[in-house]
């Protein structure tokens, strides 16, 4: 158990680090955002573009596990959603609770976990993670979000709309870039790798003590939501992990590592991007913003149980 836990107090301990110096005051209200700006902005997509960079393709083939990952994320998007409609809720709304069930933090904390827990191993499934939750399940909620919202009824349209918001998003485009580069067979040069390198290093403390300070954030709550961000916590924790390892280890039949590395990516706590979703489509963010945090914090005890019974090789 004291194994498991030094695991993850570093990880914590950054979150709960970002979280003091926003309650305190250390830190201003605007500090989150632009701390996310630059994880977002630089720091990740530096990471990102530099694992894909130095990645074979034997790395990055691994479509059992992207189905593993990627079906059990879906599976769990669809359950919520239907369940959200027939209790009454709207699609767009409906969309964004689905989305903080089925939407784990693989960038701010899959990373430096990851690294922790399994090493270098680690870094090529997490980026494939990360590309899948960015990509595919933000493309699907932005989609059922816009027809839910009937903002753009034209089919080609919507799509075209999507695939700007999509080719803008710099944890899709940096991954992608260095994918490309990679098949040029060409080295990078010292200062570049040097400049990725400072950047990089800078993503995982960052990323954690800015959801740090966004969970720190005191945002108004409504009746009957915290029942409901329970029952998603729960889903996001429990489920989504128990059935991913279900695909990985019995559908899939991936080794016994990687299928580790899935359930582990699965059951990490709820991202902030449902939280962006809400707020740019000016939607109900309290659910969410309770789920990011009650994930959150239930992950320590979930996370630490998991890693304990896969009896973690580091």
């Not at 067979?185 to 740090?212: I, M, N, R, Y």
Request: hydrophobic content about 55%; proline content about 5%; aromatic content about 8%.
């Amino acid at each position: 158990m004291l194994a498991t836990l030094e695991i993850l107090l570093p990880v914590f301990g950054l979150i709960f680090a970002g979280f003091a110096c926003r309650r305190r005051g250390v830190l201003g209200p605007n500090s989150a955002s632009e701390l996310n700006r630059f994880v977002v902005w630089l720091a990740l997509p530096a990471l990102l573009f530099d694992t894909m960079a130095h990645a074979t393709w034997q790395q990055l083939y691994q479509p059992a596990f992207v189905a593993a990952f990627s079906i059990g994320c879906i599976s769990v998007f669809l359950l919520i959603l239907a369940m959200r409609m027939l209790s009454g809720r709207q699609l767009a709304d409906a969309s964004v609770d689905a989305t903080a069930a089925s939407y784990p933090n693989t960038g701010y904390i899959g990373f430096p976990l990851g690294m922790i827990a399994f090493g270098s191993a680690s870094l090529t499934p997490t980026t494939i993670a990360t590309i899948l939750v960015a990509c595919v399940l933000f493309a699907v909620a932005i989609v059922l979000i816009e027809v839910g919202l009937q903002t753009e009824r034209t089919p080609h349209k919507l799509g075209l709309k999507v695939l700007g918001s999509l080719a803008r998003n710099p944890l899709i485009v940096s991954p992608i870039a260095g994918v490309l580069f990679a098949s040029t067979h060409v080295a990078l040069p010292q200062s570049a790798e040097t400049f990725l390198k400072l950047l990089s290093g800078a993503a995982s403390p960052c990323a954690l003590v800015s959801l740090g300070l966004f969970l720190a954030e005191k945002r108004p709550s409504e009746a009957g939501s915290r029942g409901i961000s329970l029952l998603l916590t729960g889903v996001k924790l429990l489920a989504q992990p128990a059935l991913t390892w279900w695909l990985a280890a019995r559908v899939f039949g991936l080794s016994s590592t990687l299928v580790e590395m899935a359930v582990v990516l699965a059951a990490l706590p709820t991202g902030t991007g449902p939280f962006m979703l809400a707020e740019f489509y000016r939607r109900e963010a309290h659910i969410t913003s309770r789920t990011i945090l009650l994930s959150t914090v239930g992950s320590v005890v979930t996370l630490s149980l998991l890693l304990l019974v896969m009896g973690h090789r580091t």
